[in-house]
T-cell receptor
Framework: DQQVKQNSPSLSVQEGRISILNCDYT??????FLWYKKYPAEGPTFLIS?????DKNEDGRFTVFLNKSAKHLSLHIVPSQPGDSAVYFC???????????FGTGTSLTVIP | NAGVTQTPKFQVLKTGQSMTLQCAQD?????MYWYRQDPGMGLRLIYY???????DKGEVPNGYNVSRLNKREFSLRLESAAPSQTSVYFC??????????????FGPGTRLTVL
């Protein structure tokens, strides 16, 4: 059973606007969350993370929000740029555990 | 600093053939992982190794074996390839678990086709 879910397979946004990518999880033991970005024919690369002791973490144009009660996190990209077009994976883990659990990914297209 | 390297980049096999996917990391990480990525399925964990000398099954281990040859290298073996193993395979290594900035670093992937 998928413990991390990304229900939107794709998203299109105009350049300069905000992109919001969503992720839900089911396991209440998860306390660490990450977003990865993947370009075609490359491996995923780490983008941003958040611990469950926080509800927001910001890094430049990227902000991750965590709503623990709803078991939901989101990635905001502002402003969106054409180079942000990629597949974004959400991942979660229990900090004491060895595994990351990945969502199925959302393909973001930023239209110039 | 190469990070995580994988060989080969591409491979075509016939059903029943065997092959080994190689992975090496130069970041002195203890933990290493093998994933497969299929359309609409995300990244699914095949096997992982928390430290040199140990390996554990992930979500989809059937049809695969692994070897943690040393701290740097973690190989994935398909003993008798099946068309269902057609996929893109990623190796990853992980920074010390629970530390600030804990994350996985991924290799570029191996695209495997089984006919």
């Amino acid at each position: 059973d998928q413990q991390v879910k990304q229900n939107s397979p794709s998203l299109s946004v105009q350049e300069g606007r905000i992109s919001i990518l969503n992720c839900d999880y089911t396991n209440s033991m998860f306390d660490y969350f990450l977003w990865y970005k993947k370009y075609p024919a490359e491996g995923p690369t780490f983008l941003i993370s958040i611990s469950s002791i926080k509800d927001k973490n910001e890094d430049g144009r990227f902000t991750v929000f965590l709503n623990k009660s709803a078991k939901h996190l989101s990635l905001h990209i502002v402003p969106s740029q054409p180079g942000d077009s990629a597949v974004y994976f959400c991942a979660a883990s229990a900090r004491s555990g060895n595994q990351f659990y990945f969502g199925t990914g959302t393909s973001l297209t930023v239209i110039p | 600093n190469a990070g995580v390297t994988q060989t080969p980049k591409f491979q075509v096999l016939k059903t029943g053939q065997s092959m080994t996917l190689q992975c090496a990391q130069d970041m002195n990480h203890n933990s290493m992982y093998w994933y497969r990525q299929d359309p609409g399925m995300g990244l699914r964990l095949i096997y992982y190794s928390a430290s040199e000398g140990t390996t554990d099954k992930g979500e989809v281990p059937n049809g695969y074996n692994v070897s943690r040859l040393n701290k740097r290298e973690f190989s994935l073996r398909l003993e008798s390839a099946a068309p269902s193993q057609t996929s893109v395979y990623f190796c990853a290594s992980r920074t010390p678990i629970g530390t600030l900035g804990d994350t996985q670093y991924f290799g570029p992937g191996t695209r495997l086709t089984v006919l």
